[in-house]
């Protein structure tokens, strides 16, 4: 089945750890995204990626870094500079500059701090 | 004002009642829309995309008004099984998504 599959699940990060989301797509979407949930509260973008090997910062891109050196992979790095990264983080796919093409999320991860 | 901007609620109805929510949207540049529900600790799950001539999809309504800059979503005979986060999307041609903070619906029995 076409999807987009984030993993892991649930992590969980020491101080002053580096850890690296996973987000994979076979829909062959030429945009992914990565979006950040706190509890009670709206998604906020971090990263997009509109092609290959080029990415732009969103709202909250500060303490995260990406990548994109495949049309498929898009996986967010929380640095230890992101002083609060507990929260729910969501990898999303689309098509690009067509109408009314809508986006396709991830089941999610949910990373706190230990 | 945010771009995107939803009645956070919670609207709480009886089952088999008729709900309505409105988001409005500040760029009159956007192109695409969209409704996606979302339920809790889990991931958005589009609901339907929103045409300029409305569209319906089974109890499901949405609505769009680009004079007035709002879309709506208009949800017939609730069912438990609704209750969810329902978020408003509004997307411009070639840019991002931007969605509103949701609107909360519990259907009560």
């Known amino acids: 089945d076409g999807g987009i599959t984030q993993s892991p699940k649930y992590l969980f990060r020491k101080e002053g750890q580096n850890v690296t989301l996973s987000c994979e797509q076979n829909l062959n979407h030429d945009a992914m995204y990565w979006y950040r949930q706190d509890p009670g509260q709206g998604l906020r973008l971090i990263y997009y990626?509109?092609?290959?090997?080029?990415?732009q910062k969103g709202d909250i891109a500060e303490g995260y870094s990406v990548s994109r050196e495949k049309k498929e992979s898009f996986p967010l790095t929380v640095t230890s500079a992101q002083k609060n990264p507990t929260a729910f983080y969501l990898c999303?796919?689309?098509?690009?500059?067509?109408?009314?093409?809508?986006?396709?999320f991830g089941d999610g991860t949910r990373l706190s701090i230990l | 004002r945010k771009e995107v901007e939803q009645d956070p609620g919670p609207f709480n109805v009886p089952e088999g009642a008729t709900v309505a929510f409105n988001c409005t949207y500040s760029?009159?540049?956007?192109?695409?829309f969209f409704w996606y529900r979302q339920d809790c600790r889990k991931e958005p799950k589009l609901l339907m995309s929103?045409?300029?001539s409305g569209n319906e999809d089974g109890r499901f309504t949405a609505q769009l008004n680009r004079a007035s800059q709002y879309i709506s979503l208009l949800i017939r005979d609730s069912k438990l099984s609704d209750s969810a986060t329902y978020l408003c999307v509004v997307n411009n041609y070639g840019q991002n998504f931007v969605f509103g903070p949701g609107t909360r619906l519990s259907v009560l029995p």
């Open positions: 999303a796919s689309s098509i690009v500059r067509t109408y009314n093409q809508p986006q396709h």
């Open positions: 990626s509109q092609i290959v090997n080029d990415f």
């Open positions: 760029n009159s540049a956007s192109q695409s």
């Open positions: 929103v045409y300029s």
